[in-house]
């Protein structure tokens, strides 16, 4: 790993950003995050990395953090701040601390000079409060004399099968250029798709399974060849028990419906945007959040499992998640689809690669 080109990922979550990097052929030095369980997940999926559990509001974390990685000259931070105080789905109050917690990402900056820098988001945070959180993140990459370039991605043109949009700020120390986002990988019409992704794994409709199983038929797609990646146990794919009343809710909705297909006076207990989506199989699913519970199978009367929502963000089935039900769900969610990090992650090689060899 001696000339492997170095990485912290702040707010790490799970760590599907750095696998990503690690994909693409980057050391991922240390995740940091202040969520025990997505942390013991981020360890057992990154066996080269150390793990902190810090809580990057306070100024002490980074002082952690230096001493975490002596030794190591660190090429890159990538950091996905909580989304929360940006997102559609929060409470969106300019005075959310959550919606500063990109400056820790600067202070770390100042103390260990990476060559690059960069910063995930929902792509509220760029019109957000008059954009006042963007310009802020672009006044501090000059202010440390980076260049800077942002630009939101749509996931599946990265392979990712799933309407995913995410905001991606770049910065590189001057000497390096001007960061160019790499091209899309995929058109529309070659879009990776729900089946795709998960057509191969086991139904579980009369049955639950359980935390390590077995797979029940073959690879149909090369889409799920690449996650399966050789594997031989399936984890994960525990399915949920839900009451007959939601299953005979659920089996109402056609291919690609929501709530608004209901007959009049079904599930009305839920009634807003995302409530009772059913994925269509011959489209990228739609955005997998931390909940689980308004999105359901393509096919099936339940909603997807651990394993099914990993595909979906591009996990390969050898990533393990750990903890409770509900914590692995959040971890899924609240990552950066690993392929999505590794095509940003090979465009960001072609900067700094010469440098480091010449280091």
């Known amino acids: 790993m001696q000339n492997k080109l170095k990485v912290i990922d702040l707010f790490s979550g799970c760590g599907g950003f750095s696998y990503g990097f690690e994909s693409a052929g980057f050391h991922v030095v240390l995740g940091v995050d202040n969520d025990k369980a997505a942390l013991d997940t981020f360890k057992a999926n990154h066996k080269n990395s150390k793990i902190l559990l810090a809580d990057l509001h306070q100024d002490k974390a980074i002082d952690d953090i230096i001493n975490e990685i002596k030794g190591h000259q660190i090429d890159v931070i990538i950091a996905g701040p909580p989304c929360q105080g940006f997102s559609l789905t929060g409470a969106r109050q300019k005075d959310d601390d959550r919606n500063k917690l990109f400056y820790s990402v600067f202070k770390l900056a100042e103390r260990i000079n990476p060559k690059a820098i960069i910063i995930e988001n929902v792509p509220g945070l760029a019109t957000l409060y008059n954009g006042h959180a963007k310009d802020a993140i672009l006044e501090e990459f000059e202010r440390l004399n980076f260049t800077s370039n942002y630009k939101v991605l749509f996931a599946p043109d990265y392979e990712v099968p799933q309407i995913r949009k995410r905001i991606f700020f770049v910065g590189l120390?001057?000497?390096f250029?001007?960061?160019?986002?790499?091209?899309?990988?995929?058109?529309?019409?070659?879009?990776?798709?729900?089946?795709?992704?998960?057509?191969?794994?086991?139904?579980?409709?009369?049955?639950?399974?359980?935390?390590?199983?077995?797979?029940?038929?073959?690879?149909e797609t090369q889409y799920q060849q690449a996650m399966r990646n050789g594997s031989k146990i399936l984890y994960?794919?525990?399915s949920t028990k839900h009451t007959d009343h939601v299953i005979n809710v659920i089996s109402q909705v056609p291919e690609g419906g929501n709530h608004k297909d209901l007959p009049p006076g079904v599930g009305d207990s839920r009634k807003f945007n995302e409530a009772w989506t059913r994925y269509h199989s011959n489209k990228p699913s739609k955005t997998i959040?931390?909940?689980?519970?308004?999105?359901?199978?393509?096919?099936?009367?339940?909603?997807?499992t651990v394993r099914e929502n990993a595909r979906l963000q591009s996990f390969p089935d050898s990533f393990i998640f750990f903890g409770n039900r509900t914590q692995q769900n959040k971890q899924v969610g609240n990552a950066?689809?690993?392929?999505?990090?590794?095509?940003?992650?090979?465009?960001?090689?072609?900067?700094?690669?010469?440098?480091?060899?010449?280091?």
């Open 173 to 175: 120390n001057a000497q």
């Open 177 to 219: 250029g001007k960061f160019d986002f790499p091209k899309e990988v995929l058109t529309p019409d070659r879009y990776n798709t729900t089946s795709n992704a998960i057509s191969d794994l086991p139904e579980r409709v009369n049955e639950y399974g359980k935390e390590e199983d077995i797979y029940d038929k073959q690879a």
């Open 236 to 238: 994960n794919h525990v």
């Open 289 to 304: 959040d931390t909940g689980h519970r308004n999105h359901f199978h393509y096919k099936y009367n339940r909603v997807p």
């Open 336 to 359: 950066v689809p690993p392929l999505l990090g590794f095509h940003i992650a090979k465009k960001l090689s072609t900067y700094l690669s010469k440098s480091n060899e010449e280091n």
